[in-house]
Structures are given as C-alpha cells and as structure tokens.
C-alpha cells in the first residue's frame, strides 16, 4: 500500500527566504504525485503535480517541487518566503496504474514570519 | 462559477442522530471523493465513487453511506453507528476516464460537524 510521509509537524522561515516542505513517498511502481495547500477552515487548494517528465515541476504562487525517484522524494520549494505563504501543506501519492486512492500526508505547517 | 460546493459550512448533531452532509459540483467531474480531516492524521479517504450510481468503500467508510444517484451530486450521511464523528468533512471531486488520478482533485470548502 502506498504512503507519504511529512517529517516536519512545522516548518519556519523569515519574509525573503528560501522555504523547503519535505516529503517523502512509498508507492508500488512509479508514482503520482501532488502538493495541496490548505488554509485555515477551508478546502485544500491544488499547487503542482508530477506525473511524468521533467523532475522538476513548477507551480501556482511560485512554488515548485523536484521529483527524486531514488530518494522517493518530492520537496516543495519556494526561492522567496511571504507571510501569505502561512498554511497547512500536503503531499499526497498515488500510483500510475489503474484507480488507487490517493493518500495524504499528515501535513506540514509553514509558517512565514515578517 | 464552475466549483464543488459543500453544505453546510457548519452542523451540529445531537447523539444517536443521523446527518447528510451535501456536496454539489458543476464541473462535470465523474469521480467523486469524501475524506475526513482530524488534526495531527491528515485526510482519510470515507468513500469515492467512479461513476454514477457506483460508490466504493475508503479506507474509514464504517459509520457511514453515501448515495451518486446523479453525476452532480455526493450526499455523505453520518449514521449513529460513527462513534466519533466530530471532524471536518471534505468533498473532493476529479475528472477523466480510466487512469482519472493522474488529474488533480478539486475540493469543496469544506464542513465541520460537532456531536453536541
């Protein structure tokens, strides 16, 4: 079965900074894989996804991830932290072959300070 | 506007009641998705459905049901038999055929139930 893990409860960062969210993934075969965002009492809103391709994959509000197979690994990036950027962030994975339920991750707060 | 709509936003159920939690998309979506969100777990999956009229158990689908008479539509009922149904609630909907998860997911804004 497949699995994400989030090893961060919190992640802080200053106004201007580079920001990393980890994730790390465990899925039979290759993998699909996805960041979601989620502010506070509301839906999760959709970032990037890897699906095939470039390793490196690029997103809404800046942010981008880099698919690394042998380290099943899929970092969330952003070269330049804002306050805006505080929420909950999900990684989530599911394989390529046929319907499988896609698995999130517990989530990672980032929180962006002035 | 095209979107997922969940209703509504905040309900309160009484022990031994049971609830349905609406959820509405127009965006012509086949497959359609409930999770549940505690804090510290992240999201399970309740139920999903491919298809209309076809609904498959998730991962935490005891305590609850589901119905997909229409393509629109998702209602998620919380029956008496969910011991612990206080959470927050979220719709999820996708679309495409076959391999439909290599799309990404859209999801309501979701509703939070408190057992009073």
């Known amino acids: 079965a497949q699995s994400v893990a989030q090893p961060e409860d919190q992640v802080n960062v200053a106004e201007g900074n580079p920001l990393t969210v980890k994730c790390t993934y465990s899925v039979s075969g290759n993998p699909y894989l996805f960041w979601y965002v989620q502010y506070p009492n509301r839906g999760l809103q959709f970032l990037l996804k890897y699906i095939t391709g470039d390793n490196l994959v690029k997103g809404s509000y800046g942010f981008e991830a880099e698919f690394n197979k042998s380290q099943t690994s899929f970092h969330l990036k952003k070269p330049s932290a804002l306050v805006s950027d505080s929420a909950l962030y999900f990684c989530?994975?599911?394989?390529?072959?046929?319907?499988?339920?896609?698995?999130f991750g517990t989530g990672t707060r980032l929180l962006v300070s002035p | 506007d095209g979107g997922i709509t969940q209703s509504p936003k905040y309900l309160f159920r009484k022990e031994g009641q049971n609830v349905t939690l609406s959820c509405e998309q127009n965006?012509?979506?086949?497959?359609m998705y409930w999770y549940r969100q505690d804090p510290g777990q992240g999201l399970r999956l309740i139920y999903y459905s491919q298809i209309v009229n076809d609904f498959q158990k998730g991962d935490i689908a005891e305590g609850y049901s589901v119905s997909r008479e229409k393509k629109e539509s998702f209602p998620l009922t919380v029956t008496s038999a969910q011991k612990n149904p206080t959470a927050f609630y979220l719709c999820?909907?996708?679309?495409?055929?076959?391999?439909?998860?290599?799309?990404?997911?859209?999801f309501g804004q979701g509703t939070r139930l408190t057992v009073v």
């Open positions: 989530a994975v599911s394989p390529n072959t046929g319907f499988q339920k896609l698995v």
């Open positions: 965006l012509n979506h086949d497959a």
């Open positions: 999820a909907s996708s679309t495409g055929q076959g391999r439909f998860l290599n799309t990404e997911a859209f």
